[in-house]
């Protein structure tokens, strides 16, 4: 069945969970995309190259979650906070050196604190470099999943280059790097410090870094288009997000079939698993376990489809939760516990942003929630949590259980199974346990 929506429309609503991940104020990468296409307007792209740099624009930080649990493993500290502050800084010896010095390891112990900054003096060149490519990279693959051609996949790998060749991962220059990378790392910057410290310190930090980090002629049209009547209150508006569905180019703009959009909630399922080594696959599996499980309870083909869709977004949310939480190895504090919990939330808000996925939003954010009211979070009941909901719930405990998390080791199926047969009534419907196990025993799966 072919949705009645534009693909501008689902990707613009889902690259807030991109900003999430970034630590950016929420409409970044939507404000990048009005800049951009702004630009583009004003040096006469065509169509097709409109339409390339517009989801170079909004999906430019695809691969963002990629590098998060590196970036906490090396400097000890929160992945969102370090994205968002580095994004403030030119590359300058000193202020890299500033960087380092105020973002390292400043909860850890003292030995802890001084191995890392060793390790990052020693070896920042290497370390910078391996966090770029990885974001890079992995952003362009997922793009690639999404149906995208390699212009827009280049726009992403080539993000982090700079005109002068300093940038990375490759080392690039000028007219080698892709237009719609140089036009949206320009946009990226201009929309960090105008949110951070106002329109007159954005512009003075694109025209600093002209002929270094960005093309002269493009910071040219930039100064142009930036002088013009209502230019910065229209990027800050509320309506933003409208006014960008109008640039995308109408003979290029892509009315979703049923097909495609699996394919989008596939890619950004890779993009939330990619946030942390213990959720690697743990989307397709709960996806899994969720159709094995309606199909025992003889959900119909379509709602089966659909249910899949939820299920492989269900922990968008994660994306906005720091990797000092998720990959936490001990038990989460109280305020720690807050902030995970708050993941569900997100998932919501961020859902209910798309008109296909509006359903689905309700049921994907109550995966936590338990028939006793005791769940997050909004504390539903029994009879407050639909069925597709119960169906999600057993499906990621399931996973939960048989996969390694940060505080232990994977428990065997038969273990699985016994600690939720426990919870039956309380946290897990049972009806929908029975269901997995009779879809585990037509698998072949042994519980044992």
């Known amino acids: 069945m072919t949705q009645n929506m534009r693909l501008s429309e689902i990707l613009g609503a889902l690259s807030y969970a991109l900003d999430l991940t ?80 105020s973002h390292t390891g400043l909860k850890s112990g003292l030995s802890e604190r001084f ?24 952003g362009a693959d997922i793009a690639r999943k999404m149906h ?27 007219q080698n790097i892709s237009l719609f990378a140089r036009i949206a790392l320009l946009c990226q910057v201009a929309d960090v410090f105008q949110k951070a410290d106002g329109e007159i310190a954005a512009r003075r930090e694109i025209n600093n870094r002209s002929g270094t980090w960005f093309d002269p002629a493009l910071v040219e049209i930039f100064n142009c288009i930036s002088e013009r009547p209502a230019f910065w209150d229209k990027m800050n508006s509320d309506e933003v997000q409208r006014l960008i569905y109008e ?19 596939a890619g950004f399922a890779e993009v939330v698993d990619s946030k942390s080594p213990y959720t690697s696959g743990h989307s ?37 939760v720091s990797n000092t ?17 708050r993941h569900a939330e ?34 539903l009941k029994a009879d407050q949590i639909t069925l597709e909901s119960r169906i999600l719930t057993v499906a990621d405990v399931f996973d939960a259980l048989t996969a390694d998390r940060p505080y232990r080791k994977a428990l065997s199926i038969a273990q699985a199974l016994e600690i939720m047969s426990a919870q039956i009534g309380t946290a897990i419907d049972g009806d929908c346990f029975h269901a997995l196990l009779r879809a585990l025993q037509k698998s072949n799966l042994q519980a044992a």
């Open 346 to 379: 997100f998932s919501e808000s961020i859902l209910s942003r798309i008109s296909a996925f509006k359903e689905l939003a309700p049921i994907a954010a109550a995966h936590h929630e338990r028939l006793d009211g005791k769940g997050y979070p909004k504390g």
């Open 22 to 101: 970034e630590g950016q104020p929420s409409g970044h990468c939507v404000r990048c995309c009005w800049i951009g296409m702004q630009m583009a307007d004003e040096m006469g792209l065509d169509d097709q190259q409109s339409w390339q740099l517009y989801y170079t624009l909004l999906l430019k930080d695809l691969g963002c979650s990629s590098n998060a649990a590196r970036i906490c493993e090396l400097y000890i500290m929160d992945d969102r906070s370090f994205k968002s502050d580095f994004k403030r800084i030119d590359g300058s010896l000193p202020q890299a050196l500033r960087f380092v010095l």
């Open 325 to 341: 939480i998720l990959d936490k190895p001990s038990k989460l504090d109280d305020a720690e516990w807050v902030e995970m919990k």
């Open 284 to 320: 397709n599996r709960v996806t899994l376990y969720t159709d094995m499980i309606a199909e025992a309870l003889q959900f119909t083909d379509e709602r089966r489809r659909w249910l899949k869709r939820a299920a492989l977004l269900h922990d968008i949310g994660k994306l906005g």
């Open 148 to 174: 995208f051609d390699e212009a827009v996949a280049d726009g992403i790998s080539h993000l982090d280059e700079h005109w002068d060749g300093g940038g990375k991962p490759l080392n690039l220059m000028g």
């Open 247 to 265: 640039f995308e180019p109408a003979l290029h703009a892509k009315i979703i079939d049923d097909d495609f959009l699996d394919d989008i909630a």
């Open 115 to 138: 191995r890392a900054l060793i390790n990052i003096f020693q070896n920042g060149g290497e370390i910078s470099t391996e966090l770029i490519a990885t974001r890079c990279q992995r």
